[in-house]
């Protein structure tokens, strides 16, 4: 069996573990042995470290290298302690304009990731848990200079820095976690330094949503510059891209919850107080695993280069499994296929995946055919290029239009091995849509030989009642099966009707909006059949149809069941918002405007441990919205209510030039109104500024339409609430503003102004 620490969390480390967006520790610590990363030192260039009983043991030596006492906030100067003393600074400290800022304990929560004691039944497991982590102080108050990076960079990896004592525990791997705009200057000869001294170089690309050639120290050369993939495998939203990404690594989707990087943290405000743990989310969190994985491979083989270390990790990356714009590099490091690579792994050997298909319409059935010489195929994933996945064997899928998907299956074997094969393939609708089934509009004159299949879809409108499909006439013997979402086969499907002859019907008591899809199975060769889907509208009792303000109470579903609700929202309205709560197990929320919301289709997604869930509308649309409760875990007892507000307010959401907006406050994860300011064609100097308050805000702008957390004009994302978007000559329209709440916060002001 695979190695599982017994960590307190480390079921909430999806980033290790989970199969579509982690690195796949458990399998590589098996090949690791006992103290993964032990004999090598991973210098943590950061705002420090604070005490924490999961890092007891964990950390080797150090230094301050921040020269300005302000910064350093230890009177000091550069010294050899490197305790974070806390990055808090007060309102206009840094620049005129910030508001106050609490500590974040950005270096400990970073240290976390990499060498947390595991197996230790508290807390988390690091990645390298048996390496060392050398703390290196260089940034503070406001920040750092590149100076002081740039010596900490030489002194880290063992080089020789003027007025410092040498370094007693060089480092093999460097970790930042930080950097800024600009040039890679004066950084490239130390990182060079660094190289000839034995040290691999692994940098956060930035946070910025934008490409990395902007960045330093991630746009230098002999560098490792990490991009931030979420639990889905896709690019996080806010992670820079860019040609010069080498790799990807879990970072976390911002969501303030368990969908980020869990890690080792402290809960005082400005100086240190007691330790937790807390999520976290950035390039910041992704370029630790990459350390990490560094370390791991170094103890493995030793005699390794920092280069043959960086190829060891790109050619091992698997690619990603979700979205990336821009350039992800190699892909998501695969821990595993590293340290196989790097050598002495286990005398296992890897499955080989393999598969057919065969296509009919829009439909696609596949056959596995993976082998393990040494062994057996323990699990089986397939992602069908659409969304769709599957752990059988031998699935078919059907997909919603024609077109070309790339198919995926990954096999692991009972060692914990795997291997994955790709392949193109093309369905398409074909007989001039007969395969669509239009409601009441009989299909005729069908046939099929012994055991041949004839498939259908049908389109199911919210608010549907008595929805039924019924085969009759002619001769032979047709079964009906009836499946939702997903093709049916002859043993997965909701509803099956398999009389003697071609007289079936299948009746479905409580529709879901979506599509249907229907299969006729020969059972022996039939021909003349009739088939038709049919459903009501309007009327028909509403029982999935919320209403404004009343909660539905006492639901509940078995795990991977989903329950569906639409609810009409007028024109006009405001605030809306989807919540569940109350009850026990893990049902989480989907919803989506206009049609149903699957697992990897929705507008708004909440999917936190337990049945506490909110989805906030910035700009609600007048019409129907979806609602999906998918149960993550069984649950029961759990209310959803629905609501908006309509009328009243006097045009508060619009914004005056000059004018600020005064007083926002929202909760973590959420969102205020959304704010439209009208530019006027030949206006200049066009800015939105963000200020005041506390809490931690991030600013979005979007031209002529809602911002979202992937859909911007511009998105500063800095700590604290002073952010400004800013275009010298801004295009005509609607512009539109809305501030997430990365951390509850309130008292924020937002002023919009252009030059006319």
Known sequence: ALFTPNDTYFANQWDLTDATGGMRMPAAWDLAGSAPGAGINVAVLDTGITTHSDLSGQIVGG??????????????????????????YAANECEVGYPASNSSWHGTHVTGTIVAAANNSKGIAGIAYGAKVVPVRVLGKCGGSVSDIVDAIVWASGGSVSGVPANANPARVLNLSLGGGGACGSFQSA???????????????????QNVSNSSPANCSNVVSVAATTKSGARASYSNYGSTIVVSAPGGDSSGGAGDILSTLNSGTTTPASENYAYYAGTSMATPHVAALAALVFQKNPSLTPDQVKNILTSTARPLPGACS??????????????????????????????????????????????????????????????GSSTATNPSHTYAAAGTYSVSLTVTDNDGASNTKTSSVTVSSGGGGSTVLQNGVAVTGLSAVKNGQLRFTMVVPAGATNLKFVTSGGSGDGDLYVKFGSAPTTSSYDCRSWN????????????????????????????????TGSYSTGGGGGGTVLQNGVAVTGLSAVKNGQLRYTMVVPAGATNLKFVTSGGSGDGDLYVKFGSAPTTSSYDCRSWNSGNSETCSITTAQAGTYHVMINAYAAFSGMSLTGSYSTGGGGGGT???????????????????????????????NLKFAMSGGSGDADLYVRLNAAPTTSSYSCRP?????????????????????????????SGVTVTPSYTP
């Open 654 to 684: 619009t914004m005056s030039n000059g004018v600020p907006v005064t007083g926002l406050a929202a909760t973590s994860g959420n969102w205020t109104a959304d704010y439209t300011l009208v530019v006027p064609a030949g206006a200049t």
């Open 717 to 745: 994302y800095l700590t604290g609430n002073t952010e400004s978007c800013s275009w010298a000559a801004p295009t005509a329209g609607t512009w539109h503003v809305s501030v997430r709440a990365y951390s509850t916060f």
């Open 63 to 88: 230094y301050d290298f921040i020269s300005s006492s302000a910064t350093a906030r230890d009177g000091n100067g550069r010294d050899s302690n490197p305790a974070d003393e806390g990055d808090w």
């Open 326 to 387: 821009g350039g992800c590099g190699a892909g998501i490091v695969d821990a595993q296929a590293a340290l196989q690579a790097a050598g002495g792994g286990s005398s296992n050997t890897a499955p080989v995946a393999n598969f057919s298909f065969t296509t009919s319409g829009l439909s696609a059935s596949f056959t596995d055919s993976s082998s393990d010489s040494d062994g057996t195929i323990a699990s089986r994933s397939w992602n069908f290029g659409d969304g």
């Open 500 to 531: 003697s002859g071609n007289s079936e019907t299948c009746s479905i008591t409580t529709a879901q909006a979506g599509t249907y899809h229907v299969m006729i199975n020969a059972y022996a060769a039939f021909s003349g059949m009739s088939l």
């Open 191 to 209: 990182i060079n330094t660094a190289r000839s001294n034995g040290a691999i170089f692994v940098v956060a690309a930035g946070n910025e949503n």
